[in-house]
């Protein structure tokens, strides 16, 4: 069983930026895509950025232009730069994968951007 560990998240005025780090367990991140989500209460969970085990990326429209998702193979970890926040931002973040990743989550980061 693979595992998922996010953090980073907290609260920030709107406008300003948060990283989130996803640390993954398992040998064979570098060969997988990751992706984050958030899910706003209330509301459904959405896919917010993927990328490919390349390095290849895709943006939800609603973050194209702030935010940024990276990854580092040597320290199994997908990240996502949010910058420009607004408090429609406002959500728990998650991570999970595709391969042995699919299906998993870790328990989430919340971020809580203020007006």
């Known amino acids: 069983q693979v595992q998922l560990e996010e953090s980073g998240g907290g609260l920030v005025q709107a406008g300003g930026s948060l990283r989130l780090s996803c640390a993954a367990s398992?040998?064979?991140?570098?060969?997988?895509?990751m992706a984050w989500y958030r899910q706003a209460p209330g509301k459904q969970r959405e896919l917010v950025a993927v990328?490919?085990?390349?390095?290849?990326?895709n943006y939800a429209d609603s973050v194209k232009g702030r935010f940024t998702i990276s990854r580092d193979n040597a320290k199994n970890t997908v990240y996502l730069q949010m910058n420009l926040l607004k408090p429609e931002d406002t959500a728990v973040y998650s991570c999970?994968?595709?391969?042995?990743?699919?299906?998993?989550w870790g328990q989430g980061t919340q971020v809580t951007v203020s007006s």
């Open positions: 990328i490919g085990k390349g390095g290849t990326t």
């Open positions: 398992g040998s064979s991140f570098r060969d997988t895509a």
């Open positions: 999970t994968g595709w391969g042995v990743y699919y299906g998993n």
